[in-house]
């Protein structure tokens, strides 16, 4: 079994991102199975570009994408994905849609098919702040998650994924009143993340 978890680059003028600081340093195997990490470029076209092609190439029975989610102080396991770009910040590449469908003619929405309520049980149980999301927001953690759901339905894949918010790390809330968690817990809510999702398999 394949596990293929993905964190950000950082984006929007801060230094790191979270997610992937926190999934670069993820062991190479969680219980027997093997972890495959890759950082995923903070770019709408980057994203329905290059996504389909890592799951082509990776082939992962379970996809966990992370990202930063400034603003909240837990870790957020998102529900759903929906077919619309808008952003009133620019992307990695100055790219800002409004209004935009990720893709024409397409589900308006995808949900999750990782274990997400025994997921938050399980983060709780280990003391780290958890919930569900009902929103993954329309910039692009959210195009992130419904092009990895779309790619898998129409190809009819067996593959289970879904999406994870992460807060900030302290280092990055120095000067701003803005909610953080340790990266030791972020990377500990991600060990904990994979364990509960490959209980299924
Ligand atoms: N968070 C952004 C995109 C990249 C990231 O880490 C988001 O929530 O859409």
């Known amino acids: 079994m394949r596990v293929l978890i993905t964190g950000f680059e950082p984006f929007g003028g801060e230094k790191i991102n979270p997610s992937w600081e926190a999934v670069k340093d993820l ?15 903070v770019s709408f076209k980057g994203i329905k570009e290059k996504l389909p092609q890592i799951l082509n190439k990776t082939m992962p029975d379970i996809v966990i994408l992370t990202g930063q989610a400034a603003g909240r102080a837990n870790i957020t396991i998102e529900r759903v994905a929906i077919n619309i770009m808008e952003s009133k910040k620019e992307d990695n590449d100055g790219y800002k ?18 274990p997400i309520k025994r997921i938050v049980k399980s983060l ?11 929103s993954a927001g329309t910039y692009v953690c959210n195009t992130a998650m419904y092009v990895a759901l779309h790619h898998i339905a129409i190809n009819n894949l067996n593959i289970k994924a ?4 992460v807060p900030y790390i302290p280092e990055q ?3 701003k009143p803005q909610p953080s968690m340790s990266l ?15 209980k299924d398999q």
Do not use: C, Q, W
């Open 124 to 134: 709780r149980n280990n003391k780290i702040p958890a919930a569900i999301s009902n």
């Open 97 to 114: 849609p409004e209004d935009e469908p990720i893709f024409k003619e397409a589900p308006a929405a995808y949900f999750s098919t990782l």
């Open 162 to 165: 879904g999406f994870i918010h």
């Open 184 to 198: 030791e817990m972020i990377r500990k809510a991600l060990e904990i993340t994979i364990k509960e999702s490959i």
């Open 173 to 175: 809330v120095l000067e």
């Open 27 to 41: 062991p190479e195997k969680i219980d027997g199975v093997k972890i495959l990490k890759k950082e995923l470029p």
